[in-house]
Protein backbone atom coordinates (compact mmCIF):
# COMPACT_ATOMS: atom_id res chain seq x y z
CA UNK A 1 0.00 0.00 0.00
CA UNK A 2 1.35 3.10 -1.10
CA UNK A 3 1.07 6.16 1.54
CA UNK A 4 1.71 10.05 0.79
CA UNK A 5 2.74 12.44 3.03
CA UNK A 6 2.54 16.35 2.40
CA UNK A 7 4.69 18.78 4.41
CA UNK A 8 6.02 22.03 4.01
CA UNK A 9 2.80 24.32 3.76
CA UNK A 10 1.91 27.67 5.77
CA UNK A 11 1.51 31.16 5.42
CA UNK A 12 3.31 33.60 3.26
CA UNK A 13 3.22 36.70 1.84
CA UNK A 14 2.51 37.42 -1.55
CA UNK A 15 5.67 37.09 -3.86
CA UNK A 16 7.31 34.96 -1.23
CA UNK A 17 8.08 31.30 -1.47
CA UNK A 18 7.43 27.68 0.14
CA UNK A 19 8.90 24.43 -1.08
CA UNK A 20 6.31 21.61 -0.74
CA UNK A 21 7.37 18.16 0.36
CA UNK A 22 5.63 14.72 -0.65
CA UNK A 23 7.19 11.39 0.88
CA UNK A 24 6.21 8.04 -0.08
CA UNK A 25 6.13 4.93 1.12
CA UNK A 26 5.09 1.40 0.35
CA UNK A 27 6.68 1.06 -2.79
CA UNK A 28 9.32 2.95 -4.95
CA UNK A 29 7.45 5.08 -7.77
CA UNK A 30 9.87 3.83 -10.72
CA UNK A 31 6.75 3.18 -12.84
CA UNK A 32 4.30 5.99 -11.45
CA UNK A 33 3.70 9.62 -12.69
CA UNK A 34 3.61 11.85 -9.60
CA UNK A 35 0.99 14.79 -9.68
CA UNK A 36 0.56 18.03 -7.53
CA UNK A 37 -2.96 19.70 -7.17
CA UNK A 38 -4.96 22.29 -4.91
CA UNK A 39 -8.48 22.97 -4.50
CA UNK A 40 -9.35 26.13 -2.64
CA UNK A 41 -12.74 26.74 -0.97
CA UNK A 42 -15.87 26.31 -3.48
CA UNK A 43 -13.36 25.20 -6.17
CA UNK A 44 -12.91 22.38 -8.23
CA UNK A 45 -9.76 20.14 -7.57
CA UNK A 46 -7.45 21.26 -10.21
CA UNK A 47 -4.19 20.01 -11.95
CA UNK A 48 -1.03 22.18 -10.66
CA UNK A 49 2.20 20.23 -11.76
CA UNK A 50 3.19 16.52 -12.54
CA UNK A 51 6.59 14.65 -13.20
CA UNK A 52 7.21 11.15 -14.80
CA UNK A 53 9.26 9.96 -12.20
CA UNK A 54 12.16 7.78 -14.12
CA UNK A 55 12.14 9.89 -17.21
CA UNK A 56 11.67 12.98 -15.33
CA UNK A 57 9.51 14.90 -17.68
CA UNK A 58 7.40 17.56 -16.13
CA UNK A 59 4.35 19.45 -16.94
CA UNK A 60 2.81 22.62 -15.43
CA UNK A 61 -0.73 23.95 -15.47
CA UNK A 62 -0.28 27.73 -17.19
CA UNK A 63 -1.53 29.46 -13.76
CA UNK A 64 2.27 28.32 -12.13
CA UNK A 65 4.48 27.82 -15.36
CA UNK A 66 7.58 30.10 -14.49
CA UNK A 67 7.08 30.69 -10.84
CA UNK A 68 6.75 26.78 -9.73
CA UNK A 69 9.14 23.92 -10.12
CA UNK A 70 8.48 20.05 -9.51
CA UNK A 71 11.06 17.83 -8.99
CA UNK A 72 12.29 14.34 -7.20
CA UNK A 73 15.06 13.15 -5.11
CA UNK A 74 15.41 8.97 -5.75
CA UNK A 75 16.98 8.78 -2.69
CA UNK A 76 14.25 9.85 -0.31
CA UNK A 77 11.15 8.67 -3.10
CA UNK A 78 10.40 12.44 -2.18
CA UNK A 79 8.76 14.95 -4.74
CA UNK A 80 9.18 18.70 -4.10
CA UNK A 81 7.17 21.52 -5.47
CA UNK A 82 8.82 24.79 -5.09
CA UNK A 83 6.71 27.91 -5.62
CA UNK A 84 7.96 30.96 -5.90
CA UNK A 85 6.07 34.51 -6.84
CA UNK A 86 3.27 33.42 -4.64
CA UNK A 87 0.38 35.01 -5.37
CA UNK A 88 -3.02 34.91 -2.94
CA UNK A 89 -4.83 33.58 -5.73
CA UNK A 90 -2.60 30.18 -4.92
CA UNK A 91 -4.36 30.01 -1.48
CA UNK A 92 -5.12 26.28 -1.18
CA UNK A 93 -5.13 23.14 -0.17
CA UNK A 94 -2.21 21.22 -2.08
CA UNK A 95 -2.45 17.53 -2.65
CA UNK A 96 0.45 15.17 -3.79
CA UNK A 97 -0.92 11.99 -6.09
CA UNK A 98 0.74 9.35 -7.99
CA UNK A 99 -0.64 7.27 -10.84
CA UNK A 100 0.16 4.66 -13.24
CA UNK A 101 -1.92 6.64 -16.23
CA UNK A 102 -0.27 8.16 -18.94
CA UNK A 103 -2.75 10.84 -18.12
CA UNK A 104 -1.34 13.76 -15.79
CA UNK A 105 -3.62 16.02 -16.19
CA UNK A 106 -6.93 13.70 -14.61
CA UNK A 107 -7.70 13.91 -11.37
CA UNK A 108 -9.75 10.57 -11.65
CA UNK A 109 -6.57 8.47 -12.74
CA UNK A 110 -4.74 8.86 -9.55
CA UNK A 111 -4.13 5.86 -7.79
CA UNK A 112 -2.87 7.66 -4.33
CA UNK A 113 -3.23 10.39 -2.58
CA UNK A 114 -2.04 12.01 0.36
CA UNK A 115 -3.97 13.89 3.11
CA UNK A 116 -3.08 17.58 1.75
CA UNK A 117 -1.30 20.33 3.02
CA UNK A 118 -2.18 24.21 3.44
CA UNK A 119 -0.77 26.77 1.20
CA UNK A 120 -2.55 30.26 2.04
CA UNK A 121 -0.81 33.38 0.57
CA UNK A 122 -1.83 36.78 2.55
CA UNK A 123 -2.09 40.49 0.00
Known amino acids: QVQLVESGGGLVQAGGSLRLSCAGS????????MGWFRQAPGREREFVAA????????YYADSVKGRFTISREYAKNTVYLQMNSLKPEDTAVYYC????????????????WGQGTQVTVSS
Open 51 to 58: IRWTAGST
Open 26 to 33: GRTFSRYT
Open 97 to 112: AATFSGNYYNTELYDY
